[in-house]
Nanobody, 124 residues
Framework: EVQLVESGGGLVQAGGSLRLSCAASGFTFDDYAIGWFRQAPGKEREGVSCISSSDERTYYADSVWGRFTISSDNAKNTVYLQMNSLKPEDTAVYYC?????????????????WGKGTLVTVSS
């Protein structure tokens, strides 16, 4: 059974930091790109970041560039999203996703697997 299990969400003040984790199982981790999407209340889902497990190519949304860092620990089948300088507009449910490649996942939104999401709330 494929599973993407997110953790690390919570409530933080503006300017603070959080680190999200995504533990993957049930598929060959190195064959997939793992990424993060988010959906804020009343807004469309958007891609935040993505990393290729094989060559560590990364993609970031312009809105998080320079503040968020995605990384992968292939030995643990886990991807992390370090979020610094958080803003109230970062408030959303963050979903871990997996797909064939980082371009397909991040640029085309072609996703094979979704996690259930973790809520990040940034207070002003």
């Amino acid at each position: 059974e494929v599973q993407l299990v997110e953790s690390g969400g919570g409530l933080v003040q503006a300017g603070g930091s959080l680190r999200l984790s995504c533990a993957a199982s049930g598929f060959t981790f190195d064959d997939y790109a793992i990424g993060w999407f988010r959906q804020a209340p009343g807004k469309e889902r958007e891609g935040v970041s993505c990393i290729s497990s094989s060559d560590e190519r990364t993609y970031y949304a312009d809105s998080v560039w320079g503040r968020f860092t995605i990384s992968s620990d292939n030995a643990k089948n886990t991807v992390y999203l370090q979020m610094n300088s958080l803003k109230p507009e970062d408030t959303a449910v963050y979903y871990c996703v997996a797909g064939e490649g980082p371009r397909e996942v991040f640029l085309q939104g072609i996703v094979d697997y979704w996690g259930k999401g973790t809520l990040v709330t940034v207070s002003s």
